[in-house]
């Protein structure tokens, strides 16, 4: 099967100067033209594939600007290329499928997705035997701690019952279960796909948004993740998330038990999956741990070409795991824009990665030199757009697409263009881009809604040798006529077939209808205006739409919920039935989330449910009072002719107000299935069961009561000391948790030896190993638990033999003194002095260094770069010392009683002190 991948490349937000100048004078270093490097700008040029050095000075280049002074304070444009790696050979995907499960799925229904035969993640998955539904602990009145899970819950249609059957608790390192994906095997599930990230500071770009058109880039918008000093604000560097897919083996539903794991650096974007071939879309921010921020020191530069030339790019790019085993690189070369300057660079990569759920294997990973905006995937195509913003031109305002193919070894790029304007944040923007007989629709907008300068357009491309090229636009000379009333944003876009349908508003909704049918010439057909706006848009057939939104005055002010039932025959749509649900503060997960409706078509008609927060109020306008949470349940009745209508089916009732209940207690993630004439329906951890047609008579909360644990103990800790040359068990480990040190047991022989302890307790520690003539290693680690047990975390510290001596290098520097002098704005290097005494002996410091921070002043202002110094010596000494700090004609200060900890007969334990003048 050949199926295509479209990605469009994005930069990140990001801060940078107001200047390009450089505050050291010396531009060039180690080769280096400071001055010249600038961020790959966003264009359509065609990508070219680039490996080793022009892969590792395209990177680098990247981290320079990000450490440069020119970097503060201005908004980046990032630039953006695609890579690819084979990995392990896989057999082909399976065929598309219209959404996870196994059995037949005319009889039941699944997750509600953009495009039928591409599954997307969601918190509840069905089969027709079985609904495995996430768990959020918080909601579920058998635990008290805090840890996910999945819920698999046995459906009986016929005897419109349900009942919890099995459930596997997850770790809370990695957060709670928002992605799921079932792996199917025949007519049956075998596992089911959990996706989760351990977030850092690298996240994606949120859906509409791209990144202004500047020149240099630095990510200062990702907050640091590192121990500030004081208070003060380090200028922040990358700490990357990562991605974990577990596959939870559920073919004995009564036991599911994770039986693999594959984690990958770096941050989800999005997923999707077409049979049981995973696509994961990550970012990764390479960042190299001794980079310093310039901030105009001397010296700085010529340290950062020394640390960028001692790594190699391999060091740079994301890897993933299987199983806790080897680190394996992503993808070894990436795509750049052709014929870009090699003064030019971008550290920001994103991976396309394709994942054989059946085989566990991961086929295949494409690197993106930039960042992602948003998803729309269809089975043989994805949409990944980005935006080039510039608020002062309009008209320079582009989404730049990079189309790729999908088979069954991944993604291979083929094309590339661009359109002008931005996909925008209002609505779902996987719904403004759609392919259809291999053209590509896609509707963007261009200026601001608050001057009214706001217009959208609508673009249809095709790939013509490489290139992505408009074949035709709206509006234009010939059908000038605009999308939208002057100040009207795009709140909902559908395409069906040869029709597109486009849904503006600002105080009224206007659903305007497109005719496709001539893709040279497209034309507003018709237009329908009506009070408020739809969110959501559900084609019934090619003749009516199902609409979702919220109802609003004649000055545009929302007013409750609604939904609506429109005829689209013809030229001009008409609306058939609007139903009104509540008060103004009602509302669903559903405006904004299509997975948290479902659709069953039964003969003639179209059934429909929703969870709903119901609010009711006397005054039209009002806010009003929270009623009851339900699924909510429709249907439209004679799809199939001429007079197809909306009415309302029933509630099935989950929480209802009360003297001592005034507001709901969900989660906000309430999912619902159809299966035969029965609703099942998940609410706050608990399911109900309920013939389509007595809603009010739905059996539960059917929950899975309390979690049953194995009696097995396990060990917090397991701690391998290797010790060369010695008895690695004669070392005495002792591990730090909330105060109180803890001696670990020894278990092992000669030279390594493994110490365990400290059973079934979560937290911080601190380890420390210690053995006679050898050095003295230590490591701090978190360890987590999951509903029953706790993670044993795996440590190795290996000790150095003192045997022959200490080791000929220099003895690192016992003190530091961090000087700041936030009077005059003198060069403390200069005009101060540190000295330490420890009796009648003297050791004057060493001060060249200064502090690389963003002053705390809620101006942000940098501060005088000479305002600060690091000085740093006594190197070797130990015990209790007496410090000393003076500025000339500041005066001095002085710290008593600091007490220097010798380590090992070679080392000792560094301190630290702080003196501000």
């Known amino acids: 099967m050949n199926m295509k991948l479209v ?137 008290t701690d805090n840890f996910p899970g999945i819920n698999v819950v046995a459906t009986d249609p016929s005897a419109v019952s349900a009942e919890v059957v099995g459930h596997v608790a997850l770790d809370s390192e990695w957060g709670g279960v928002s992605e799921m994906y079932l792996v199917e095997n025949g007519e049956s599930t075998s596992h089911v796909a959990t996706l989760r990230n351990q977030w850092g500071n690298v996240y994606p770009v949120m859906p509409g948004f791209g990144f202004p058109a500047f020149d240099v880039s630095v990510d200062v918008m990702r907050m640091p993740a590192i121990e500030p000093f004081f208070g003060d604000i380090y200028y922040p560097h ?65 340290e950062n070409e020394d640390a960028l030339s001692a790594v190699a790019v391999q060091q740079l790019l994301p890897t993933y795991t299987i199983n806790d085993g080897e680190a394996v690189t992503l993808a070894d070369s990436c795509y750049v824009q052709d014929g870009i300057s090699t003064t030019y660079g971008y550290a920001s990569l994103v991976n396309i990665t394709a994942v054989n759920l059946s085989d566990k294997t991961v086929v295949s990973s494409r690197c993106i030199n930039g960042s992602v905006e948003s998803l729309s995937v269809n089975p043989d195509s994805m949409y990944l757009t980005g935006t080039v913003w510039d608020d002062r031109m309009a008209e320079r305002q582009q989404t730049v697409i990079h189309k790729f193919s999908l088979g069954a070894d991944g993604a291979h790029y083929q094309a590339s263009g661009s359109v002008k304007g931005y996909i925008g944040h209002r609505g779902d923007p996987a719904f403004k881009l759609h392919e259809h007989n291999g053209d590509l629709r896609i509707v963007t907008s261009t200026g601001r809604q608050w001057d009214n300068t706001i217009a959208h357009h609508l673009s249809i491309l095709e790939e013509d040798n490489g290139t992505l090229k408009t074949v035709a636009s709206l509006p234009n000379a010939n059908r000038p006529a605009p999308i939208g009333k002057p100040g009207e944003d795009i709140y909902s876009v559908r395409f069906q077939g040869d029709k597109g349908y486009i849904v503006t508003f600002r105080q009224t909704d206007p659903l305007y209808a497109v005719d496709l049918s001539d893709r040279t010439d497209p034309k507003i057909s018709g237009e329908l205006e009506i009070p408020g706006f739809a969110t959501y848009m559900h084609p019934i057939g090619d003749d009516y739409i199902f609409a979702v939104g919220q109802d609003a005055d004649e000055n545009g002010r929302v007013t409750g919920m609604k939904v609506a039932l429109v005829d689209v025959r013809g030229d001009s749509p008409k609306e058939i039935d609007t139903i009104l649900l509540g008060a103004r503060n009602s509302r669903s997960e559903a405006l904004n989330n299509l997975r948290a409706l479902s659709f069953f078509p039964v003969g003639n008609e179209l059934r429909i449910a929703m969870p709903v927060d119901y609010y009711h109020a006397e005054t039209a306008g009002a806010y009003g009072s929270w009623q009851h949470t339900g699924l909510h349940l429709f249907k439209v009745t004679g799809i199939d002719g001429d007079n197809a209508r909306l009415v309302e089916a029933g509630v099935i009732v989950a929480e209802e107000a009360g003297p001592d209940k005034t507001r709901p207690s969900g989660s906000g993630h309430d999912r619902s299935a159809f299966h035969d004439d029965a609703v099942f329906y998940s609410h706050a951890n608990s399911v109900w069961a309920a013939a389509w047609d007595a809603p009010e008579n739905a059996i539960g909360p059917i929950n899975s009561g309390p979690v049953i644990c194995t009696a097995d103990v396990r060990p917090s800790l397991q701690v391998t000391v290797n010790a060369p040359g010695g008895n690695a068990c004669s070392a005495k480990v002792t591990a730090v948790h909330n105060g109180k040190a803890i001696g670990l047991r020894a278990a092992g022989i000669d030279s390594t030896c493994v110490f365990s302890g400290i059973d079934e307790t979560p937290g911080p520690f601190y380890i420390e190993a210690s053995l006679d003539n050898y050095s003295t290693e230590s490591q701090s680690v978190v360890v987590y638990r999951d509903a029953c047990h706790v993670e044993t975390e795996k440590v190795e510290l290996n000790l150095t033999s003192f045997e022959n001596g200490c080791p000929e290098v220099a003895s690192p520097p016992s003190v530091t003194a961090i000087v700041s002098n936030w009077n005059t704005g003198s060069d403390v290097c200069s005009d101060a002095s540190v000295t330490v005494w420890q009796g009648k002996a003297s050791y004057i410091l060493k001060g060249e260094a200064r502090l690389q921070k963003v002053s705390e002043a809620r101006s942000l202002s940098i501060a005088p770069p000479q305002a600060q110094c690091i000085f740093t010596g006594a190197n070797g000494v130990s015990g209790q010392v007496t410090m000393i700090a003076e500025i000339q004609g500041l005066g001095s200060q002085e710290k008593t009683d600091l007490f220097i900890k010798q380590r090992d007969r070679c080392s000792v334990e560094p301190i630290t002190e702080y003196f501000y003048f």
């Not at 395209?58 to 908004?75: D, Q």
């Not at 598309?96 to 005319?106: E, H, L, Y």
């Not at 036991?255 to 999005?270: F, K, Q």
Request: net charge negative; charged share 20%; proline share 5%.
């Open 7 to 143: 990605v469009a490349i994005a930069g990140a937000m990001a801060l940078t100067a107001c200047d390009g100048n450089d505050r050291d004078d010396n531009n060039t270093v180690s080769g280096v033209d400071y001055s010249k490097l600038k961020t790959t700008p966003q264009t359509d040029a065609p990508l070219t594939l680039v490996s080793g050095e022009a892969l590792n000075q395209h990177i680098k280049n990247g981290l320079r600007l990000k450490v440069s002074p020119t970097n503060y304070y201005r908004l980046d444009a990032s630039g953006g290329a695609v890579a690819e790696v084979a990995l392990p050979a896989a057999p082909p995907a399976a065929d598309a499928a219209v959404s996870a499960g196994g059995g037949d799925s005319d009889n039941f229904s699944q997750t509600n997705v953009h495009v039928s035969g591409v599954d997307e993640a969601d918190y509840a998955k069905y089969d027709g035997s079985h609904w495995f539904i996430a768990t959020y602990p918080e909601y579920d009145p058998y635990r």
């Open 238 to 302: 990358p700490v990357n998330s990562e991605t974990k897919i577990q596959l939870v083996d559920v073919a004995d539903a009564s036991a599911p038990a994770i039986d693999w794991t594959l984690s990958v650096e770096g941050s989800l974007v999005d997923s999707r999956k077409v049979g049981n071939m995973l696509y994961l879309v990550t970012r990764f921010d390479p960042w190299i741990a001794n980079l310093q921020f310039e901030n105009g020191s001397k010296g700085v530069r010529s």
